[in-house]
């Protein structure tokens, strides 16, 4: 974490960066309890704890004025009828906003506030995402083949809260229909679900 300015590189159109302090790695097993279709989830999981998602990020200090910024890599897939997606998080600082912008691949970015207000916006190569502060936010990739790969920004000391969703859910998930992908009212949302 240096004081002077620095440049990385996105590599297109894999969207990989030249150079990133911290790699997270997300597998199936980290989304117990976040998918409807438990018996697929099982199923998947018993077969192979696969990797969904990669996170790779410039760690800046988390402090006002600074900004996290990094990449996303949502791979393709589904368990049952819903697709792959990211955890999902409020903010902990919930005056936090966040702008994303697509690199690569097909999906959705489902979001909703504490109070009940929902939204979906699809993404594409070349699409930006301003998310308010006060928004949970979760990436899906509607893809068949294709990464979803995602910049982001977002004050550094904006942290995570997953629990929040952990528990809930969202009250909208994303799954195929008739080989398209269809936002559909979570008939598990509030449920407590771990």
């Known amino acids: 974490m240096g004081v002077a300015p620095f440049v990385f590189d996105v590599e297109l159109p894999e969207g990989k960066l030249s150079s990133y302090d911290v790699h997270i790695v997300r ?4 989304m117990a ?4 279709d438990d018996e697929a989830y099982a199923r998947m999981l018993e077969d192979d704890d696969r990797v969904l998602y990669e996170v790779f990020q410039m760690q800046r200090p988390e402090v006002p004025g600074e900004l996290l910024t990094g990449i996303s890599v949502l791979h393709p ?3 049952g009828s819903e697709y792959f997606m990211t955890k999902g998080h409020f903010h902990a600082a919930m005056d936090a906003a966040e702008v994303y912008y697509c690199l690569q691949g097909q999906g959705m970015i489902v979001m909703e506030t504490a109070e009940g207000k929902t939204a979906v916006e699809e ?3 070349g699409r930006v995402l301003y998310v308010l502060p006060r928004w949970a936010h979760r990436s899906v990739n509607t893809g068949r083949e294709e990464d979803l790969v995602t910049f982001f920004v977002c004050p550094a000391n904006a942290g995570h809260d997953y629990g929040t969703i952990e528990q809930s859910g969202f009250r909208k998930i994303v799954i195929e229909r008739n080989g398209e992908p269809a936002v559909v009212d979570n008939p598990r949302w509030g449920q407590g679900r771990l």
């Open 27 to 30: 597998r199936l097993s980290s």
């Open 33 to 36: 309890g976040q998918y409807l």
């Open 77 to 79: 897939g589904k368990v």
């Open 123 to 125: 993404m594409r190569p």
